[in-house]
DNA sequence: AGTGAAACGACCGTAGA
DNA sequence: TCTACGGTCGTTTCACT
């Protein structure tokens, strides 16, 4: 987490390349150089650098309900202690998959994955329990509208 | 968005599957294979299956402050009209990566990549001039410490 | 950083248990 | 749903620009 910021070695070639691995992750290079006007082995190189350097990885994404975890919710979370030593207690919980530090009347906003309802209230119990916690406020999801990956390249 | 739920046809060894392609998306079909035990041309049809089924994708998945990205934002939206129609007009903006909706203090959570903070007040504004939402509050991101997409495997 | 060529390995369709 | 196998295509390495 936390990458370097403002890497600009990123140039639109790099770019094309990324847009056509967020439609599809496993497209041939071959194929992708063909897309872009590069040779397959000039395609792989970027690649490797590209993911190499942090700027992009492939990755397999689930569908959490299609995986038995009916329940997602977003937490917001108040905190009266060091911010980051309170996130480390929350990203070390595997239900988490998502934590960041906001600025706002939230000092940290963190999303949770679980089974039911019942997993649900016992993470949120946890959540209060946590050292430097003040308060969690609780927004439970009803409905995914919109996932995606492919901003960035446009 | 909005996938069937409860589909469970996800037995262990394509749980297994989905756990080497959470590693590395584009891992050979046929070290999958040696991981899990089975040939390779099963892999292959799992894998098939799982994407087509939309149970999981792969896709390459980028940094946004390394694209050059530097501002994100969490929108919490309060909505006096239909919630769904209101959260199809914020889909439909690129900026916007995630949105879901949700039962709590607010009604909808969306996701926003912009890069800049010019660029950020601009799309907040833009947000409280949708038709049918009555207010918008904004959590910059000022520090991203989890972004997981390995649950549900273990 | 890029190309091109040859050896290798992965992928895909089909057939069969 | 799995394995087995052969043809095709993608990937890798290397020498070169």
Same mark, same amino acid.
């Given at each position: 987490?936390?990458?370097?910021?403002?890497?600009?070695?990123?140039?639109? *070639?790099?770019?094309? /390349? /990324?847009?056509?691995?967020?439609? %599809? @992750?496993?497209?041939?290079? #071959?194929? *992708?150089?063909?897309?872009?006007?590069?040779?397959?082995?000039?395609?792989?190189?970027?690649?490797?650098?590209?993911?190499?350097?942090?700027?992009?990885?492939?990755?397999?994404?689930?569908?959490?309900?299609?995986?038995? !975890?009916?329940?997602? #919710?977003?937490?917001?979370?108040?905190?009266?202690?060091?911010?980051?030593?309170? #996130?480390?207690?929350?990203?070390?919980?595997?239900?988490?998959?998502?934590?960041?530090? =906001?600025?706002?009347? !939230? %000092?940290?906003?963190?999303?949770?994955?679980?089974?039911?309802?019942? %997993?649900?209230?016992?993470?949120?119990?946890?959540?209060?329990? *946590?050292? @430097?916690?003040?308060? =969690?406020?609780?927004?439970?999801?009803?409905?995914?509208?919109?996932? #995606?990956?492919?901003? @960035? =390249?446009?």
């Amino acid at each position: 987490m936390e990458s370097a910021a403002g890497n600009h070695s990123v140039d639109d *070639i790099s770019k094309a /390349i /990324i847009e056509q691995l967020q439609e %599809d @992750g496993r497209r041939s290079y #071959a194929a *992708i150089g063909k897309a872009v006007g590069l040779s397959e082995a000039a395609v792989r190189q970027r690649v490797q650098k590209l993911t190499d350097s942090g700027v992009m990885q492939i990755v397999a994404v689930t569908d959490p309900l299609q995986l038995g !975890f009916a329940r997602q #919710a977003m937490l917001g979370i108040k905190v009266h202690e060091d911010v980051l030593a309170v #996130a480390s207690r929350i990203t070390a919980i595997d239900q988490v998959d998502y934590c960041v530090v =906001t600025a706002g009347s !939230f %000092d940290l906003l963190a999303e949770v994955v679980c089974e039911n309802d019942q %997993d649900l209230l016992l993470l949120v119990n946890r959540f209060r329990s *946590i050292p @430097g916690v003040s308060s =969690t406020e609780t927004f439970m999801y009803l409905s995914l509208r919109k996932q #995606a990956y492919n901003w @960035g =390249t446009r």
